[in-house]
Antibody, heavy 120, light 107 residues
Framework: QVQLQESGPGLVKPSQTLSLTCTVS??????????WSWIRQHPGKGLEWIGY???????YYNPSLKSRVTISVDTSKNQFSLKLSSVTAADTAVYYC????????????WGQGTLVTVSS | DIQMTQSPSTLSASVGDRVTITCRASQSISSWLAWYQQKPGKAPKLLIY???SLESGVPSRFSGSGSGTEFTLTISSLQPDDFATYYC?????????FGQGTKVEIK
């Protein structure tokens, strides 16, 4: 059973960089057929796809966030990470990591989510 | 970018009701459409992928249909555990977009 777990600071100051890591267990991040993804949900709102990385290192980002987002992968640790720069209060959200099953075109495994608040 | 529009935004229904939620894409996405159920404080759960394929372990009262730009999620007989928010999601040209959600409430 694949499991994903987000970790990182729950509070980030405005203008700083938000950094989160997702640890994958029960399966190898180096397996083909999956995009390792970040998704966020503003309080009381809908879901917003942030971007994904393939195990090879190829990335694709939501155009609305592209200038501030970097997603990286560490296959040796079975982890992938999110960095979001120049954050504002509008970046306060629950951040989820998820596995995108490419043949299905859907996110089949999700982390539990972590709330990140941007505040001074 | 492809926009996904769900309707209704909120739906009030009773246990045993047949419930249908619609999702429209701003351009054709073939069958690259998934449905999720989300309960408060929890991560979304995949129900349907590729418009009509039932994810393993999901009850058969959930079904999906459609292709191109119009899709539906149907719950054949609403159960107490089904009161939640439902999202559609499309995958096209390496980009992924969610609908705004439909909250299914107790009538």
């Amino acid at each position: 059973q694949v499991q994903l777990q987000e970790s990182g600071p729950g509070l980030v100051k405005p203008s700083q960089t938000l950094s989160l890591t997702c640890t994958v267990s029960g399966g190898s991040i180096s397996s083909g057929g999956y995009y390792w993804s970040w998704i966020r949900q503003h309080p009381g709102k809908g879901l917003e796809w942030i971007g994904y990385i393939y195990y090879s290192g190829s990335t694709y980002y939501n155009p609305s966030l592209k200038s501030r987002v970097t997603i990286s992968v560490d296959t040796s640790k079975n982890q992938f990470s999110l960095k979001l720069s120049s954050v504002t209060a509008a970046d306060t959200a629950v951040y989820y990591c998820a596995r995108a099953n490419i043949p299905q075109g859907a996110f089949d495994y999700w982390g539990q989510g972590t709330l990140v608040t941007v505040s001074s | 970018d492809i926009q996904m529009t769900q309707s209704p935004s909120t739906l009030s229904a009773s246990v045993g009701d047949r419930v249908t939620i619609t999702c429209r894409a701003s351009q054709s996405i073939s069958s690259w459409l998934a449905w999720y159920q989300q309960k408060p404080g929890k991560a979304p759960k995949l129900l349907i992928y590729k418009a009509s394929s039932l994810e393993s372990g999901v009850p058969s009262r959930f079904s999906g249909s459609g292709s191109g730009t119009e899709f539906t999620l149907t719950i054949s007989s609403l159960q107490p555990d089904d009161f939640a928010t439902y999202y559609c999601q499309q995958y096209n040209s390496y980009l992924w977009t969610f609908g705004q959600g439909t909250k299914v409430e107790i009538k």
